[in-house]
Nanobody
Framework: VQLVESGGGEVQSGGSLRLSCAAF????????MYWVRQARGKGLEWVSG????????YYADSVKGRFSISRGLVKNTVFLQMNDLKPEDTAVYYC?????????????????WGQGTQVTVSS
């Protein structure tokens, strides 16, 4: 099983990035997919989740209206479109999967966990 994130980088405040997470080795359509982030020196913060069918999305208040999660039903990929980025969005962004709906902030609360991709927003 693998979750492979990509799309991170450095962007100026107000800019946009699109993160991707490719899933391998499990039945993608049977899992909720999530993005969780960790800023340096801080704990994990749940960011967003999407259900099996991709028709229900959930967001943390800190990103609501700026971030959008989606999933490809043909290709086993989940995306996080991040607009109007702020310096406080700077973090390592992890992709996670679980068969249940979760707002967990511990890696152990998810069945699968990616390696993470760094997002840096400069002011």
């Amino acid at each position: 099983v693998q979750l492979v994130e990509s799309g991170g980088g450095e962007v100026q405040s107000g800019g946009s990035l699109r993160l991707s997470c490719a899933a391998f080795g499990f039945t993608f359509s049977s899992y909720w997919m999530y993005w969780v982030r960790q800023a340096r020196g801080k704990g994990l913060e749940w960011v967003s989740g999407i259900n099996f069918a991709g028709d229900r999305e959930y967001y943390a208040d800190s990103v609501k209206g700026r971030f959008s999660i989606s999933r490809g039903l043909v290709k086993n990929t989940v995306f996080l479109q991040m607009n109007d980025l702020k310096p406080e969005d700077t973090a390592v962004y992890y992709c996670a999967a679980d068969p249940t709906r979760s707002h967990g902030t511990k890696e152990s609360e998810y069945s699968y966990w990616g390696q993470g991709t760094q997002v840096t927003v400069s002011s």
